[in-house]
């Protein structure tokens, strides 16, 4: 490592070493925690009195052979050059030093240990060696060198002023010295120098980083000096480690940033350890074992220590760059010291732990992740911290842990109401990683209703999942018990918990359960802003049935995300608002907030959560024109839980993988998803209607007619049944008059009595109605017709349904002679297809269209060529580019950075120059203008 923050303490050696070589003697002790860098520095020393002609012999301590006696002496002698009679003298006076130790009291400090005639020979056979050159004795860990040889240190120091000696001592300051008296001797001798070295600084850390030149990737030079706190040692294990990963970068192996759990690192630790006084290794166990800052009192009882023992141990951790603020620096700190452990000895730790902290009024969450640890029965009356702690654990999104205090719950004796709050909290935790492991859960809490163990307000919670296992009958069982025990014939009508319930259920089962015509008035006289999540979403559903999707229920589905966080019993409401932005068509709405609410439950570790996005997402992006996307949210919908997991809810990823295969005309592969089995409650709700809807798709490109003519019935009929007939939901009547145009039949009034039902959102559902209205129409009626649904799915953002109209304006106008604007609508067209087709894996390109796409030359006009776009400006060019492609003008105005009123005014400039009247007429040379820069 290069040498940062150190020009000072050289310069005192340096001092000290010119003297020395000058005649003078001294000592020098070299303090600081391991791993600072001590050694190096004496080694820079002993290089500069090379240099200096000078000799040098040393010694190194050892905490194994600390016991020994003139142990450290024997090292020093060993390096001096001595011949003859003066080397057998040496050796006579250290064998005569040791037995006299071994004789002698070792625990008095206050005899001299080693005979005054052994110190006096020693020390002149030194003087004499330095006599033919000035000598440097160096001594490094001397905090574990024996106390003989200290002796005999101190003996020297004191008689070296007029001699050519210098003696360094390298001195820990995580050990606690062994013999203080000496040590404080050795400090007060004339000549001596005492250099404290402290660890590095951020700006140090900097310089060496600098130095090293390691990439750092993700790391800073901050992170990596609060991972170190400035250990030297620890930093250039860290910096060895992430060389190591940029070699396997460079060699094609995966990215590596900061090992978390690096061998060179762990080894650094240990040496810091192995180095350090032994009272270090029992504290930073505890601190490793309890993950939290605790009061130094805590560790003191835990340990049995006192406290003033404790203390030093932590100061001394804290110095060496182990822990800061009660918590170890790096989590490989963590594991490896407790990979120290026996496990016998961690269980203990655990154990008496968890005894402390619940005796000292922790949080049951912090008491119940140690008696997790330690593997063992809890004491008795601990159902009540587990239960809580359970909870706790789940508000901080850790499932694993909740699941493990109620694993330890049902191991102890407890009262049938403490088994049903466990049951309860099972089913929550569960329910997040995957409900398929939640419903014998559920059973069992069914049952303690049915005798009367569970509570009213406490049943209402098992609706819910009763709903997603495809269990309305039981679900309508617990309600109308709920009912009758709560007096709901009474003139204050229901309750809200149980017009909430009712209305959910209502909403997943219309045919079921039919939705309560008037809400409670506690319900009804709250605001938007204040109501609950439930309430909101039960008054959402209440305006669907009455009015559908209007401005209003829109804006309600959007006040209801904005005002709840994703949690276990938000989830139902969360949904409802997001298919209510989806079937209201404000598809950018809709996926914005997949797309945040994804993010969060990615955070969270929420499987179950991510499932339900994901399906949702998937149909946003299908009735966006986007099926790449639709398949692969889709698809990662399935690989979050297992598919029996999903329940009902399977329905929404396989209708959209059915209708995205089938789209792309990979009829085998959409046959495959209709082979999964589906709960056969599935098709009693709304979702049924999806996977009905997709399923007549099919048959429709299979050429079955018939077969797609029943399933649109059927979704008619339900749909007319369950009073939801909601063109935003399942647009049933324009399915079935493409199927029986399709089949040759007559279409009738079918798309005219859909376009009376929209609501004032359903933009997109309008156009499409209105396209498959102009394919019922008169060949003439049909180009105004088909321009208003191109209009209105550009505004909805649905490119492949965009593409479809313009591929049916186009041949109408082909149909109508107009061939220059039908050739220009027919290459729109296609270029819109193949955008939204060529992205599916191994599929081929282009949707089977309901009418075929006009017959186009499949030349390209270049803008240079084109006489009727060389009056343009580049702005207006610009513009007229992006809206050729069917860019909204919102969009058009993110991607140039101007304002929407800004994109109406150039579009206006753009119409009179080319006398045309919509975006419909751009010409086709513009599509080559989309690469010019703004």
Known sequence: MVRVEWD????????????CVRGTGGSVVIRGPVGVGKTELLRSLVREAAVAGGA???????????????GAMTQIFAGLDLRGEEAARAQRLLEAGALTSMLQDSDDESRAQVDVAVLHGLTGIILAAAQRAPLLIGVDDAHFVDADSLECLRYLVRRIDHAPVLVVLNDNTTVR???????????????????RLNMLSPVGVAAVLRA??????????????????GSPLLLMALVEELRAAQVRRQAGHPETSLPASGHVFGQAVLNCLMRSDPSLLPVVRAVAALDE????AFLAELLDWTTSATEWAVKAATEAGLIADGHLRHRRSRDVVLELMEPRERVALHARLAGLLDRAGAAPVRVARHWVAARRPTPPGSVPVLL???????????????LDCLRLATRVKAEPCSRVGIDALLVRAKWRLDPVFAEHHVDRLLDAFRSGQLPSED?????????WYGRPAEAEAVLTRVEASAGSGSPGGPSVPLYNA??????WYPGVVEPVKEPPAASSARSVTAAEPKSLAAGIVHTVYTSGYTDTVVADAKALLHSCRLEDHTLYPIMIALETLLFADCLDAAASWCDRLLDEARRRSAPAWRAVLYGLRAMVSYRQGDLAAAERCARTCLRQILPRGLGILIGIPLSVLIMTATRAGENEQALSHLNMAVPDAMFQTTVGLHYRRARGHYYLACGRHEAAMEDFEACGDLMRRWGSDLPGLVPWRTDLAAARLAGGLSAGTLAADQTARLGTQNARTRGITLRVLAASSELRSRPPILREAVDLLQASGDRLELAETLAALSHAQHALGEYSHAQVIGRRAEQFTGQMMVALPGQRQGPPSETGPADVSPGEVSPADDPAIVDLSDAERRVASLAAQGCTNREISRKLFVTVSTVEQHLTRVYRKLRINSRSDLPTSLLSCAGTPP
Not at 293 to 296: C, E, L, Q
């Open 8 to 19: 000072a303490e050289l310069a005192v050696l340096r001092a000290s070493l010119a003297a």
């Open 56 to 70: 040098h012999v040393g010694a190194t301590g050892s905490q194994a052979e600390q016991t020994n006696p003139m």
């Open 177 to 195: 010295p062994a013999r203080p008296m000496i040590w404080a001797e050795l400090l007060s001798q004339p000549h001596r120098q005492l250099i």
């Open 212 to 229: 090293e030149a390691v990439d750092l990737r993700d790391n800073t030079p901050a992170s990596l000096y609060e991972a170190t706190g």
């Open 293 to 296: 800052a605790v009061p130094v």
């Open 388 to 402: 809580k702690a359970a909870e706790q654990a789940l508000a901080q999104d850790d499932s694993g842990l909740a």
């Open 459 to 467: 049943a209402l919670r098992l609706v819910a999942p009763l709903e």
């Open 502 to 507: 009712r209305m959910a259920l209502a909403y």
